[in-house]
Structure formats: structure tokens, C-alpha cells
């Protein structure tokens, strides 16, 4: 698969990152076939968070891979953590107690990113500079990085985090599109100029943040997948159009999509579908034209001012 650099670290990843928070439906031997698929395809960047599962996807996962020292080197392993039940933390006995569990359930020494999951109004920025000290000097974290957060939240950590934050994990997809939409539509009084992340796109871009689309098939939160849906009709139909042009999947479309933006993004995919997961990682050798892209973008009824 097609690698790129993750923020302004050395890692080279792929451009596609396997999510698996969704692991915990698959029983023992599908699993095992489902994460041995991905390293198969070159796909060797797994997605975690503490929460997916109360942790069990994290230990189901190093069952399915058969965790071992061997394997461990072969793969690139994130997770998040900062979400508590009822709230959110982002304290320093909270960031390396959670740590220190996932990488128990993840049955290794050293992760090689962690995020923050979602942002702490409470956050005391000198806290998670200590957390991180500690994990980075200890090896059990060797990049850091944040999710869901504006550029104002990042700028506010690395007022005392002297750690590079190499990714911001952010939803995006065709149908929810606000980041880009606000950057078409400066200085109009309409819906789609209402500024909602601070211009994340474009301070990501400036700062080498790399964008971890998350849901990249969903839309609204949560509500429903936009490929075949009734709902988007002119969109499902624009996709299958290219679809054909490039003798690829409509899902394969739907992430090149994502990939074409020069921002360098690494979508997360869901799937636990291996045929879903195979035309996911075939979007990273699909290059959609400009004309391509602004067409699926407009069929979606993102309008251009």
C-alpha cells in the first residue's frame, strides 16, 4: 500500500488506517482472518481508543494478531484515550493510568501514537506536558497527537507540550464536509460560511497535522452510511458514474476521495468487511481528477458560491 509520513515524524504509515472498533463483533477466527487480511494488504495501521468495546477490542485484537514481540514490530499501533464515563479527562494520573492499561490489553511495551480523544474543558495543559514527558521518556509512547480538537485546543496544549502533535483525528466524509465547505464559502451570509472548527483544514495544513478522517462513510453523527442510501440519491449515482471510470468499487471512490485532498489525510476505516476493507485500501492507488472530485462534492448538495 501506499505510505506517507504522519505529521512531521518519521513514521511512515499507510495512507489508509484500519479502525477497529468494531472488532468485538467478529468471533475468534474471523478476526484472526480479518486483521491477518489487512497485514496481507499492507494495511499495518491499527486504530484503537480505551473506550471501543470497555477495552475488549483491544484484547480481542491482540488475540486475533497473536501479540508477540515478532509481530509487534511489523505493525503500527495508535489508541486514544481522555474519555471517561460521564466526562471527559485529560489529567496526568488519568492519561498514564490509561496507558499502562491499554498496553496491557494490547499486550506490548510502547505504542507507537497516542491521541487525546476528545477535548477536556478542564485540561491543565502543564498536566499532559508531565503525562507526556513521562510516557515519551519512558518508551511507552513514542508520538503524540490529538482528536476532535480546533486549532485553538492544540495551540493551548502546546503552550506546555513540547512533543510534536503529529495527528488530529477529525469526522469527515462527502456528506459531512463542513471543513472544506466553510473554506469555499469566505464572507457569505449563507449556512455553509458559519465557521464551526476554527479552520482546522487549513491549521492542520499550515502546522503538518495530519488528518485522521474518522466515519468516512457516515452521515450526520451517526446516523447511517450515505453509499446506497435513499437519501442521496444524486450522490450514490455520481459515485457509481466514477466508480465505472475507474473499474473500482463505489466505496473505493469514496475514500479516494478523501485521499485526493492535498492535505495528505489518513482516513480510519470501520469496516470489519473484508471485501469492504480490500476496495478501501485499493482507493489509495486511485487518483481522482479535479473535475472528479468537485462533482462528487456538488452531487453531494455541497453547493459552490
Given at each position: 500500500m501506499r505510505t506517507m509520513k504522519l505529521g512531521t515524524s518519521t513514521?511512515?504509515?499507510?495512507?489508509?488506517?484500519?479502525?477497529c472498533m468494531r472488532i468485538n463483533s467478529l468471533d475468534k477466527s474471523e478476526a484472526e482472518q480479518f486483521v491477518q487480511t489487512a497485514?496481507?494488504?499492507?494495511?499495518?495501521?491499527?486504530?484503537?481508543?480505551?473506550i471501543y468495546g470497555a477495552g475488549a477490542c483491544e484484547e480481542i485484537f491482540a488475540d486475533a494478531i497473536h501479540m508477540d514481540n515478532n509481530i509487534r514490530e511489523k505493525i503500527i499501533l495508535q489508541s486514544k484515550c481522555g474519555i471517561r464515563q460521564g466526562m471527559f479527562d485529560f489529567s496526568k494520573e488519568h492519561i498514564l493510568?490509561?496507558?499502562?492499561a491499554i498496553l496491557k490489553r494490547l499486550r506490548t511495551d510502547y505504542l507507537d501514537i497516542l491521541l487525546l480523544h476528545r477535548p477536556d474543558t478542564l485540561v491543565e495543559p502543564e498536566e499532559v506536558a508531565?503525562?507526556?514527558?513521562?510516557?515519551?521518556?519512558?518508551?511507552?509512547?513514542?508520538?503524540?497527537?490529538?482528536?476532535?480538537?480546533?486549532?485553538m485546543q492544540i495551540q493551548l496544549l502546546k503552550k506546555a507540550v513540547k512533543q510534536p502533535l503529529v495527528a488530529n483525528q477529525l469526522q469527515l466524509s462527502i456528506t459531512n464536509?463542513?471543513?472544506?465547505?466553510?473554506?469555499?464559502?469566505?464572507?457569505?451570509?449563507n449556512e455553509a460560511?458559519?465557521?464551526?472548527?476554527?479552520?482546522i483544514l487549513d491549521y492542520c495544513r499550515l502546522n503538518d497535522i495530519t488528518i485522521q478522517p474518522w466515519s468516512p462513510f457516515q452521515y450526520g453523527f451517526f446516523e447511517g452510511v450515505f453509499l446506497g442510501s435513499d437519501k442521496f440519491p444524486e450522490l450514490n449515482q455520481k459515485i457509481d458514474e466514477i466508480a465505472s471510470?475507474?473499474?473500482?468499487?463505489?466505496?473505493?471512490?469514496a475514500i479516494?476521495?478523501?485521499?485526493?485532498?492535498?492535505?495528505?489525510?489518513?482516513?480510519?476505516?470501520?469496516?470489519?468487511?473484508?471485501?469492504?476493507?480490500?476496495?478501501?485500501?485499493?482507493?489509495?492507488?486511485?487518483?481522482?481528477?479535479?473535475?472528479?472530485?468537485?462533482?462528487?462534492?456538488?452531487a453531494a448538495g455541497n453547493m459552490l458560491p
Open positions: 513514521l511512515e504509515v499507510p495512507v489508509i488506517a484500519v479502525g497485514l496481507d494488504e499492507g494495511a499495518n495501521f491499527f486504530d484503537h481508543a480505551d493510568n490509561s496507558v499502562d508531565e503525562a507526556f514527558d513521562i510516557l515519551e521518556s519512558s518508551g511507552k509512547v513514542r508520538h503524540f497527537g490529538v482528536s476532535n480538537q480546533t486549532p464536509a463542513n471543513m472544506i465547505s466553510q473554506g469555499f464559502n469566505v464572507n457569505m451570509e460560511a458559519v465557521n464551526r472548527d476554527g479552520l471510470k475507474y473499474e473500482v468499487s463505489n466505496t473505493t471512490i479516494a476521495w478523501l485521499l485526493r485532498h492535498p492535505a495528505h489525510m489518513q482516513p480510519v476505516i470501520g469496516t470489519m468487511n473484508i471485501d469492504r476493507l480490500k476496495d478501501c485500501i485499493k482507493a489509495g492507488d486511485v487518483h481522482l481528477t479535479r473535475e472528479d472530485w468537485y462533482a462528487i462534492y456538488r
